[in-house]
């Protein structure tokens, strides 16, 4: 018989999701710092980004880190979908949620009484990450977009133009900024996530029902 | 059409954005930042750290990547006349009123692995085949727009010229100590022109007179304009932005 006490202790997800996680958060830092200051060269919106949070120093140097960082999503990216489709991952954790299913969660997460399990997404999690995920390949097709557009012709007239590719490409990177302020405003209320994304940490929902 | 230049009446005004632009980007070369902070930096590309050297080596590394996707057979997408954009921003590595005229004697130079290296006067070059074409001008900065330029497809002047086309680089040098090279099958596409008009009249001095680079499938910094002298050559020529760096190959 397993001893109960081990049995539910358990990190958030399985070694390469883990790892594949924080290159991520690396990668994707590079690329919205380095980012911001090159939407500064030319801000198509009525604002800057304050020098404090961006890359670079200088456009050249913003490209610098957003075209050098830029391999490191996309490898790690691409290899983070293909181990979701042939590890399961993608089947058992995050399949769309139905309308209904997200409806009740998201209710129980505004009255604060949607438990977190560890390793197990609610639909509104579900619907979040798998939100995320499409948001950033649409952002790395834009991207390749901007960066070629007479090589990827077909690509950017996908998009409708290197002009609207490019709005496209600032507008998923916004989506993706308010992504991460309510991941990490989740985190905080739920330190122990945090933890279990480096190791096992007791997976008890009732223990750790302080959301 | 072009509104006519009027002579320019500059009030520190008028420059006040570029003025706190330069001083900006002064401030910040020397600054750290949230960003820095977090990445290890003051990694600008102007100091010999070894962030900076590894940045320095993936933009190589880019250029390599960009040269293979470059396709010496696809054309950028033309525009029919009313795509056209108007007012045309001007735009250099300084502001307008720094625009210098044509010297009197102006011939354009012809230096490196050619045959014929005659200096050629405004005259000759007109005499030679033109192509015109409305593409979009692609700036670094990430604004664009589309405009008309007219002149000889720069493969064209290359043969006249004798130039050795197996050589690497062709490299552009222009009267106002601008420089920039580009590699040797961007400068035979067929889009690549020696631009003597511009939105169907000859070059303005603030749009390049009296010969311009015109190349659609590479980033604007690399359309040099005020052109003095095109030179043919296998050593690696680098540029104004090149040098300080912006990726040298800037394919789009």
């Known amino acids: ?211 | 059409m072009l509104e006519k230049r009027r002579k320019p009446v500059i009030t520190p005004d008028d420059i006040r954005a570029d003025l706190d632009r330069f001083s900006r980007r002064a401030f910040l070369r020397g600054s750290l930042s949230l960003g820095g902070l977090a990445m290890l930096t003051g990694c600008n590309l102007s100091t010999d750290s070894g962030v900076d050297a590894a940045l320095k080596a993936i933009l190589r590394f880019d250029d390599k990547i960009q040269a293979k996707l470059f396709d010496p057979a696809r054309l950028a997408q033309t525009y029919p006349a009313s795509a056209i954009t108007e007012p045309f921003r001007f735009n250099a590595y300084y502001p307008d009123w720094q625009v210098r005229g044509v010297p009197d004697d102006w011939r354009l130079e012809v230096a490196g692995q050619v045959t014929d290296k005659k200096a050629w006067t405004l005259d000759a070059l007109q005499s030679l085949p033109q192509e015109s074409q409305i593409t979009r001008h692609i700036c670094i900065e990430g604004w664009s727009q589309v405009g008309q330029w007219r002149g000889v497809p720069l493969a064209v002047f290359l043969r006249k010229i004798g130039a050795d086309t197996r050589a690497k680089y062709v490299k552009f040098t222009c009267f106002d100590d601008y420089t920039t090279s580009i590699d040797m099958a961007s400068a035979l596409h067929p889009q690549t022109i020696l631009a003597l008009e511009f939105v169907g009249k000859p070059l303005t001095p603030e749009w390049g007179a009296p010969v311009r680079l015109r190349i659609p499938t590479k980033l604007g910094f690399k359309s040099a304009k005020n052109l003095r002298a095109i030179e043919v050559t296998n050593s690696f020529a680098g540029g104004y932005w090149e040098n300080q760096g912006y990726d040298w190959f800037a394919g789009v």
Not at chain 1, 26 to 39: H, N, R, S, V
Not at chain 1, 160 to 186: E, K, P, Q, S, T
């Open chain 1, 1 to 211: 018989m397993k001893n109960p006490a081990q049995a539910s202790m358990r990190p958030a997800h399985s070694l390469p999701v883990r790892i594949m996680h924080w290159v991520n958060v690396y990668a994707l830092c590079c690329m919205l710092f380095g980012g911001w200051e090159i939407y500064n060269a030319s801000p198509d919106l009525p604002f800057l980004f304050p020098q404090w949070a961006t890359l670079g120093g200088w456009l050249g140097g913003a490209l610098a880190w957003h075209l050098s960082a830029m391999w490191l999503l996309v490898i790690n990216g691409a290899a983070y979908v293909l181990y979701g489709i042939f590890s399961g991952h993608f089947k058992r954790d995050l399949p769309p949620p139905s309308p209904k299913a997200f409806l009740r969660d998201m209710w129980a997460a505004v009255c604060l009484r949607l438990p977190h399990k560890t390793g197990h997404y609610n639909a509104v999690q579900r619907l979040l990450y798998g939100g995320v995920i499409c948001i950033l390949v649409i952002e790395v097709l834009t991207g390749l977009s901007i960066w070629k557009p007479v090589q990827f012709g077909g690509l950017v007239s996908l998009f409708g133009g290197f002009v609207l590719a490019r709005n496209i490409h600032l507008a998923m990177m916004i989506l993706i900024v308010g992504f991460i302020v309510v991941h990490l405003a989740l985190v905080a209320i739920v330190p122990r996530t945090l933890v279990s994304m480096f190791k096992s940490v007791p997976s008890d929902p009732q223990e750790a029902n302080d959301a």
